[in-house]
């Protein structure tokens, strides 16, 4: 079936949710596929209905909580599967059963304990039955990426000559390289003589880091579905990224293929998969990472400032992003300084070879310099009157649902304290701390990492404050991470004020 439409098939709440530690109850999972409806996706692989009756619930309600993709349900080539997928889809307005079998001959000796006539007749069997249920059928071909393609040809036309309407070819290991994969794909493309009648669709695993590429590469080739997850989880090293994929077609408008995905939206999506997940995103993660249009060299400072397709690819409001950063720091250059110093309302005219001397004998004490400490380098006295420090915290904790902090902050010289209720003690605190500078912030991202080990390590915590449409970042070290929490909001906080 060709086409330039890539359909996307998001399997966060499926395969994505497989990760230890990331297991969602229904109505958070609700929300994420209720999300991934507004990014634009066009399948959403629920769950796998017959593992456990929270996945059939989730299934049942997510069919009836989102309008527009499809619902898709996962089965093994068994009956009772299929019965079962069946019977959580009977509320979706567009259901589809996604149900198959191994094809390596890994799985076939090893796993399976069969032979490659038994499999084909296997897989035609529950591809039929399958379509007593519903008239969208997916068949997966697990293993297909170590799979011989003279026997994934033989499979795919007979799967499709029983009414498979797509047909996944995944790499479930990660062992492809993307040449093998696309070449992959080409093959069934021109060897399967009913081809025409099903779309081709990848699912590429990360085990050897090139699960975008070879989805990239199959797609190139013909497959017309990309299955992916939110920020790339999965089990083990994860699967396809549906952000990478998207935004390499996005980006290649050579290749003539399109989505339909609301790019703006991907920002946010990852970051509720991530918060809901308790999945942080690595900072230099490609798309959605902190860092991914931070810029802290001197060099490519410069060439942003003076346009930005200089050093960026991607426009950052295009995934949702309000601009790019320029980190200060000592290898920026005088450029990216002159730059923030004229954001901030300075003109450091000929003085500016001064500042940077002093600006480079601070940022080697410190390890980013933030607006704060230039106003000091400029010698704005107001300064002292706008930092937040933290005097005093005491949190009440205890068995009872509701955490209570009492938290004094030296503003300027001038003390203010609050008690407070919350989920939490860090919870607790933010609520203190909005209370005191009378504000409604919003915490965009907490991030917790482990400097040290043992029970008194140091523990650095990354925060982002949003007021209105800017972001705000803050940073702190403590081996109390309640502090060290409060300490990040306060210094993203005195940036902001």
């Known amino acids: 079936m060709s086409t330039n439409k890539v359909y996307i098939f998001d399997t966060t709440l499926r395969d994505g949710e497989q990760v230890p530690g990331c297991q969602l109850n229904t109505s958070e999972k609700i929300e994420v596929a209720r999300a991934l409806e507004e990014l634009g996706v066009d399948i959403i692989e629920a769950g796998f209905p017959i593992s456990s009756p929270g996945d059939f619930n989730s299934v049942v309600e997510i069919s009836k909580a989102v309008s527009n993709p499809t619902i898709c349900a996962l089965t093994r080539a068994v009956k009772k ?110 060897n399967v003589s009913n081809m025409d009648k099903a779309i081709l669709a990848t699912h590429c695993h990360n085990d050897l880091g090139m699960a975008t590429a070879n989805s990239i590469s199959g797609i190139i080739n013909g497959a017309r579905q990309a299955e992916v997850t939110i920020n790339g989880i999965g089990e083990r090293a994860g699967n396809t990224s549906l952000e990478e994929v998207v935004m390499t077609l996005k980006s290649h408008k050579d290749l003539g293929l399109e989505t339909s995905i609301d790019t703006t939206k991907i920002m946010g999506v990852s970051k509720l998969v991530s918060s809901l997940m308790s999945m942080p995103v690595q900072a230099n993660k490609a798309i959605v990472g902190r860092n991914a249009f931070a810029h802290s060299s001197g060099i490519h400072q410069d060439g942003v400032i003076k346009h930005r397709e200089n050093y960026e690819i991607i426009d950052p409001k295009d995934v949702g992003v309000n601009e790019s950063e320029i980190i200060l720091t000592a290898r920026s250059g005088r450029a990216a300084l002159k ?47 706008k930092t937040i420090k933290l005097d005093y915290l005491n949190i009440a904790t205890g068995t009872a649902e509701e955490t209570m902090a009492t938290i004094r902050l030296n503003i300027g010289g001038e003390l203010f304290t609050e008690t407070v209720s919350g989920n939490g003690p860090v919870d607790a605190a933010f609520n203190g701390i909005k209370k005191v500078v009378k504000k409604e912030l919003h915490l965009e991202e907490f991030f917790v990492q482990a400097v040290t080990r043992g029970s008194n390590d140091v523990g650095k915590v990354h925060v982002q404050v949003k007021d209105k449409d800017s972001v705000y970042s803050g940073f702190a070290s403590n081996t109390n991470i309640v502090i060290a929490s409060v300490e990040a909001c306060l210094e993203a906080i005195s940036k902001m004020m």
């Open 339 to 385: 730059h923030r110093l004229e954001l901030l309302g300075y003109n450091p005219g000929d003085k500016l070879d001064d500042i940077y001397s002093n600006f480079l004998d601070l940022a080697d004490k410190k390890k980013e310099i933030n607006d704060t400490d230039l106003r000091v380098l400029m010698g704005d006295t107001s300064v002292s009157s």
């Open 81 to 190: 599967d299929i019965e079962v997928a069946g019977e959580a889809l009977k509320y979706a307005k567009r259901g589809r059963i996604h149900t198959g079998i191994g094809t390596s001959p890994y799985h076939i000796k090893f796993k399976l304990k069969t032979t490659e006539e038994e499999i084909i007749r296997r897989a035609v069997e529950a591809v039929k039955y399958a379509r007593r249920f519903v008239d969208d059928v997916e068949f997966y071909a697990e293993d297909a990426g170590r799979s011989e393609n003279e026997f994934l040809a033989r499979v795919t036309e007979a799967v499709i000559g029983a009414g498979a309407t797509v047909v996944n070819i995944p790499d479930t290991t990660g062992y492809c390289l993307p040449q093998m994969f696309g070449e992959k794909i080409k093959y069934l493309i021109n």
